[in-house]
């Protein structure tokens, strides 16, 4: 089975930038598509960004322009670059990726996620 371990959240200030990570690890054949999500409290999970495995990237009206999603293959590793940060952005993320395993069956794997808090 994969782990999927975000990282680089934090506190920063209106109109800063952070740049998220997601380490995938264990045992497994590919990483497929990877995708973050993120949730405030009392709200639905949101979905931010997506990235297939050849690299094309999507994004909601809400965060497009300011966020940028990439993968290093080689690494297993995707990044969430975040600038222009407001307030609103101030929730938990998420990624989650299609995996394929050893046993070539593919499935869906969740991180544990990384508080964002965006200080006006």
């Known amino acids: 089975q994969v782990q999927l371990v975000e990282s680089g959240g934090g506190l920063v200030q209106a109109g800063g930038s952070l740049r998220l990570s997601c380490a995938a690890s264990g045992s497994f054949l590919r990483i497929n598509t990877m995708r973050w999500y993120r949730q405030a409290p009392g709200k639905q999970r949101e979905w931010v960004a997506i990235?297939?495995?050849?690299?094309?990237?999507s994004y909601p009206s809400s965060v497009k322009g300011r966020f940028t999603i990439s993968r290093d293959n080689a690494k297993n590793t995707g990044y969430l670059q975040m600038n222009s940060l407001k307030p609103e952005d101030t929730c938990v993320y998420y990624c989650?990726?299609?995996?394929?395993?050893?046993?070539?069956?593919?499935?869906?794997?969740w991180g544990r996620g990384t508080q964002v808090t965006v200080s006006s």
């Open positions: 989650n990726a299609d995996v394929t395993g050893s046993n070539l069956r593919t499935y869906l794997a």
């Open positions: 990235i297939t495995s050849d690299g094309s990237t």
